[in-house]
């Protein structure tokens, strides 16, 4: 099989479009059913009350990871087609520090801020607003962070390649570690545990 | 053993399934194909025979005239021929590069070399590397220098050549070549002639850059 | 009682419908492993990740674009998600897709009784409080993405999942910043 299908050229752009439509009504599913449209319970995460931003988001990584591991190794997925966001490791640094500031005032993230606004949290619609000022801020301090916005480029490098380890150990390794963490926040939950149900 | 997996909890057996795959991983293997491929031979062959995957340099001409960007124009020459004189427009890749460079296997790609050998073979390579919309320049920057750059124009063309004769003028001195008189006796060959400077076309030279970037990130 | 209802917590108190009741979320593990597969979907199809934030930026881009035409297109930064005009700058695959986003949230929150107005918050904040708080962390968390080329979904799920280094750097700093920001707005969660 050729995948990624797009990248083989089985259909244009027109129908990529439709796709990514679908695709997001899954993103935008999956999200609500675990509980990430509202704001209380992804913000519980940071007082390790109740641990599910941690268990959803390993599990998603853990999935796809896996399974595109194997879909490669079987020759059905070509790997190297999959685009990998290039690295700039200081930007990328001090920007999720300051996004993980805003997580926790806001109580959401982008993509989880939509799923609150279409089941109704008016704090998730403010907070979409607060997003879209941000962007123009800084769209608007463009020239003056460029420098920093370029520095410490490293390229489309995985971590595979940053250890120079196989492909699969980092797998396995990244699999051993979400379990770790698994256990360590089912067993933290039911210590200090309330986890926010819906009400 | 039986009776301890079904002790185990939902969460317990995912997590089983997850560390068996995750141990299995450690060593199933490189997950990149590589350059290694496999072809469809037959395939090949017939379209080798239809020669579907020619253009022609009149073609190709009028397509850069028109501004046109809906494809690649790929030169495969060294890159000292390649800064010496190049098809305007095109982007200079070896074809041991070729597999690196970034295009993508969507994209309608035009070949050429000196001749048209190393675009033939660099066409077979993208071809089993399941590239779609691959061609070849047909006869290469040799066939581009004797009809687009240096036409050869008869000194008493008949009336009913008159037309196309302009037409050819034209466009060799659009792409700052010169239309020539050799006669049929080929004794003074195009290859010996002057090549235009780079940076002909001055006027009209289609505009590859200023699309919009592909944003696949976030 | 069906192996299914069973797995996804639908247990004998919730079996009884009562209109209007909401249900509970569903087991983390589940949830993660059907957005896992929408990643490993989008990768197969597409090539791709998922994404959100930058779907916002079109949409800054344009609205700017819309109201100060001149001023929008000589910073670098908007013109790139303008273009050059042969495409309108919202027909973007992530604009496509975050619209998905917000109908798939939808559905799975009405099938589920969850969809009401309402304002997410601890017991200790007034509603008011809440919402600066929420606008003054978008704000934030938008800095943040564009800093950092990506958001919660582009690059600690989907550069999480491909390994990338970058994305592995951002997801530790993620958690990082929470958890040193979260004692001081404990009043607003808890």
Known sequence: ?199 | MKQKLARLGLNGRLALIAFTLGLIALFAGNPYQGSQVTLDAKELGIMVDRQVDHITVDELADWIIKGRSDYRLIDLRPENDFSTYHVPTAENVTVAGLTEYPIQRNEKIVLYSEGGIHSAQAWMLLKALKYRGVYILRGGLEEWRDRILFPNIPENPTPDQASLLETMKEVSRYFGGTPQARGQGKDSPASALTLPKLEMPSSGSPAVAGKKKKKEGC | MSTLARILHLDKTHEVHIAHVAQPYWNPYLSGIGLGLVLLAAFVVMGRGLGASGAFSSLVATGLHAVAPDHTTSNEYFTEYIGDGTQHPLKDWLVFEVLGVFAGGFISGALANRIKPTVEKGPRISRRNRLLLAFLGGGIMGIGAKLARGCTSGQALTGGALLGVGSWAFMLAVFAGAYATAYFVRRQWT
Do not use: H
């Open chain 1, 1 to 199: 099989m050729n995948a990624p299908f797009y990248k083989y050229g089985l259909f244009q752009d027109e129908v990529s479009l439709v796709v990514a439509f679908v695709i997001g009504i899954g993103f935008g599913f999956f999200l609500e059913r675990g509980g990430f449209g509202n704001g209380r319970k992804l913000a519980a995460q940071f007082y390790f009350t109740d641990m599910t931003v941690l268990k959803v988001m390993f599990t998603a990584i853990v999935t796809a990871m896996v399974g595109l591991y194997y879909l490669s190794v079987f020759g059905v997925v070509d790997l190297a087609l999959v685009y990998v966001n290039p690295t700039y490791l200081l930007p990328q640094v001090l920007g999720g520090l300051i996004l993980g500031i805003g997580f926790v005032i806001g109580g959401y993230c982008p993509g989880t801020s939509c799923v609150a606004v279409s089941t109704g949290r008016i704090d998730g619609l403010v907070y979409l607003l607060g997003i879209v000022g941000g962007i123009f801020v800084f769209g608007e301090a463009y020239p003056l962070v460029k420098g920093f916005y370029f520095s410490t480029p490293m390229g489309q490098i995985t971590l595979p390649q940053l250890f120079n380890l196989p492909y699969g150990v980092l797998v396995f390794a990244v699999v051993a570690m979400a379990l770790g963490a698994f256990a360590a926040a089912e067993w933290g939950e039911k210590k200090l545990g309330s986890r926010i149900v819906e009400n």
